[in-house]
């Protein structure tokens, strides 16, 4: 099968292998750190404040990330940042154990693996497609979307269950250990050499920075794409990550294993797509694709926050998921396909910046409006507008004409 085809490549199946795992670390962790976060605060202002505390020294360091993975060795970068985020959760961990951990513990440790974040991200888009081949690289990002969707299927459902079994510092110490397991996977290849560079390297960060954002300001499908996409991350990424805990606890019988399996749902949806965009080796249309994509992921949402069945909401989990990964794939094979290698890095980081940089807007507001509204209506407004902004960009001829 075409999808497993750069398996068969042992520097990206060893890079594949350590992020699957990382991945379901992380979904352990969120489920832990979302139900710790309701047992001890029940405070939905508590919850998008650790979430701004990741996000936003990533943010801030994420351009210097990329500029430093254009300069030396991708994978070095990504192996030390797996065990600095390592040792993070695994103090956190350490706290929960001894009944010890509070509130600023967490957003002190969230600060901190958002910093190390902003340096193995644009890593990681730019080291796939320097250990794939041009024809396996769809499927490669297929693959490499599979895992974080292996990730959000399996970690909901083990962290629940760990967090039945051992408690949260339990599922915290899990987490720990997939980053310490992903860096022994990155070991091996230590040894890449870091990326080559036409003409002199300048030793000066700000010229490198300035040449990433002239190649994103010349291309009008990127730089308009960022945009529309910031403003998509505030509309579905708050409803999802903060509202959607509180929408669970209203649900009749609710508890932690509803949320995880609610969780997953949008990750089986994303797998499935996933799947099928796999098997292809190049996308028609990609840009009208995109946006198609985001509108039925708004339209999903929206559908969640109405007064439906619970089977119901589950069919609309699965439509926002797998009509997401249909556009985050395309977005990434666009980047990778129309950016040149040696900028790579610094684009990524600026798609990154551009893409996420209202993010921590959107989890302050989903958290205030939680308390004041309700997780439904805030999942039925943040729907509506990711609609209204999909159909905007969709209005762009510049992102009509990317094929």
Same mark, same amino acid.
């Given at each position: 099968?075409?999808?497993?085809?750069?398996?068969?490549?042992?520097?990206?199946?060893?890079?594949?292998?350590?992020?699957?795992?990382?991945?379901?670390?992380?979904?352990?962790?969120?489920? *832990?750190?979302?139900?710790?976060?309701?047992?001890?605060?029940?405070?939905?202002?508590?919850?998008?404040?650790?979430?701004?505390?990741?996000? $936003?020294?990533?943010?801030?360091?994420?351009?210097?990330?990329?500029?430093?993975?254009?300069?030396?060795?991708?994978?070095?970068?990504?192996?030390?940042?797996?065990?600095?985020?390592?040792?993070?959760?695994?103090?956190?961990?350490?706290?929960?154990?001894?009944?010890?951990?509070?509130?600023?513990?967490?957003?002190?440790?969230?600060?901190?693996?958002?910093?190390?974040?902003?340096?193995?991200?644009?890593?990681?888009?730019?080291?796939?497609?320097?250990? $794939?081949?041009?024809?396996?690289?769809?499927?490669?990002?297929?693959?490499?979307?599979?895992? #974080?969707?292996?990730?959000? +299927?399996?970690?909901?459902?083990?962290?629940?269950?760990?967090?039945?079994?051992?408690? $949260?510092?339990?599922?915290?110490?899990?987490?720990?250990?997939?980053?310490?397991?992903?860096?022994? @996977?990155?070991?091996?290849? %230590?040894?890449?050499?870091?990326? %080559?560079?036409?003409?002199?390297?300048?030793?000066?960060?700000?010229?490198?920075?300035?040449?990433?954002?002239?190649?994103?300001?010349?291309?009008?499908?990127?730089?308009?794409?960022?945009?529309?996409? *910031?403003?998509?991350?505030?509309?579905?990424?708050?409803?999802?990550?903060?509202?959607?805990?509180?929408?669970?606890?209203?649900?009749? %019988?609710?508890?932690?294993?509803?949320?995880?399996? #609610?969780?997953?749902?949008?990750?089986?949806?994303?797998?499935?797509? *996933?799947?099928?965009?796999?098997?292809?080796?190049?996308?028609?249309?990609?840009?009208?694709?995109?946006? @198609?994509?985001?509108?039925?992921?708004?339209?999903?949402?929206?559908?969640?926050?109405?007064?439906?069945?619970?089977?119901?909401?589950?069919?609309?989990?699965?439509?926002?998921?797998?009509?997401?990964?249909?556009?985050?794939?395309?977005?990434?094979?666009?980047?990778?396909?129309? +950016?040149?290698?040696?900028?790579?890095?610094?684009?990524?980081?600026?798609?990154?910046?551009?893409?996420?940089?209202?993010?921590?807007?959107?989890?302050?507001?989903?958290?205030?409006?939680?308390? %004041?509204?309700?997780?439904?209506?805030?999942?039925?407004?943040?729907? *509506? #507008?990711?609609?209204?902004?999909?159909?905007?960009? #969709?209005?762009?001829?510049?992102?009509?004409?990317?094929?």
């Amino acid at each position: 099968m075409k999808l497993f085809h750069p398996l068969k490549n042992r520097p990206f199946a060893l890079l594949w292998s350590g992020q699957t795992i990382s991945r379901i670390g992380d979904f352990i962790y969120e489920i *832990a750190l979302a139900w710790w976060v309701l047992q001890k605060t029940g405070s939905a202002k508590v919850m998008g404040t650790v979430l701004i505390c990741s996000f $936003t020294p990533m943010l801030l360091f994420v351009l210097i990330g990329g500029v430093t993975v254009d300069r030396f060795s991708r994978t070095k970068v990504m192996l030390i940042s797996d065990i600095v985020r390592g040792a993070l959760v695994g103090g956190v961990a350490a706290l929960a154990f001894v009944k010890l951990l509070k509130v600023w513990h967490l957003y002190v440790a969230s600060v901190l693996f958002g910093l190390a974040d902003a340096f193995f991200q644009p890593a990681y888009a730019a080291v796939v497609p320097e250990v $794939t081949p041009p024809e396996d690289l769809l499927s490669a990002n297929s693959l490499t979307s599979l895992s #974080l969707q292996v990730g959000r +299927v399996a970690g909901p459902a083990l962290g629940a269950g760990i967090v039945a079994w051992g408690g $949260t510092a339990t599922a915290f110490a899990a987490d720990a250990l997939s980053f310490f397991i992903s860096a022994a @996977c990155l070991f091996p290849m %230590r040894g890449m050499p870091a990326p %080559r560079r036409d003409g002199t390297p300048s030793s000066n960060v700000m010229h490198e920075m300035r040449e990433g954002f002239a190649t994103v300001l010349k291309s009008r499908w990127l730089w308009c794409g960022m945009l529309v996409i *910031a403003l998509i991350n505030i509309s579905l990424g708050g409803p999802f990550s903060v509202a959607m805990p509180f929408l669970v606890k209203q649900m009749p %019988r609710a508890n932690v294993g509803l949320l995880g399996l #609610l969780y997953s749902t949008f990750a089986v949806g994303a797998g499935l797509a *996933a799947i099928w965009l796999g098997r292809f080796t190049k996308l028609p249309r990609r840009g009208v694709s995109l946006y @198609c994509g985001v509108a039925l992921a708004g339209l999903g949402m929206l559908a969640i926050g109405l007064p439906i069945t619970l089977a119901l909401i589950f069919m609309a989990a699965l439509m926002n998921g797998a009509s997401l990964e249909v556009g985050g794939l395309i977005w990434t094979n666009m980047l990778q396909e129309l +950016v040149p290698s040696e900028q790579l890095g610094r684009v990524s980081s600026i798609d990154s910046l551009g893409t996420f940089v209202l993010m921590p807007v959107g989890y302050a507001i989903a958290g205030w409006a939680t308390d %004041r509204i309700g997780p439904a209506q805030v999942c039925v407004a943040g729907g *509506a #507008l990711t609609m209204v902004l999909a159909a905007v960009g #969709l209005l762009q001829p510049s992102v009509r004409l990317v094929d």
